[in-house]
């Protein structure tokens, strides 16, 4: 999964959950740590869900539409 504009990190929180219980793995790229966006109601970056870390790392050199 790619969002290929920033969300919210509230908008996505319930989605962050049930990724990470499905043994998946969730990071928001433009952030210094994959999940250390803000739990504001700013956007501040796409996310992108996998269930491996390589095909985490290639959904996160995806281009933002910003």
């Known amino acids: 999964?790619?969002?290929?504009?920033?969300?919210?990190?509230?908008?996505?929180?319930?989605?962050?959950?049930?990724v990470r219980?499905?043994?998946?793995?969730?990071?928001?790229p433009a952030c210094a740590?994959?999940?250390?966006a803000p739990l504001d109601l700013v956007p501040h970056s796409p996310i992108v869900a996998a269930l491996s870390a390589g095909a985490l790392a290639e959904l996160s050199t995806l281009p933002s539409s910003t």
Do not use: K, N, T, Y
């Open 21 to 28: 219980e499905a043994g998946g793995l969730v990071a928001f």
């Open 1 to 18: 999964m790619a969002s290929l504009g920033p969300c919210r990190s509230v908008d996505v929180a319930a989605a962050q959950l049930i």
């Open 33 to 36: 740590a994959p999940l250390a």
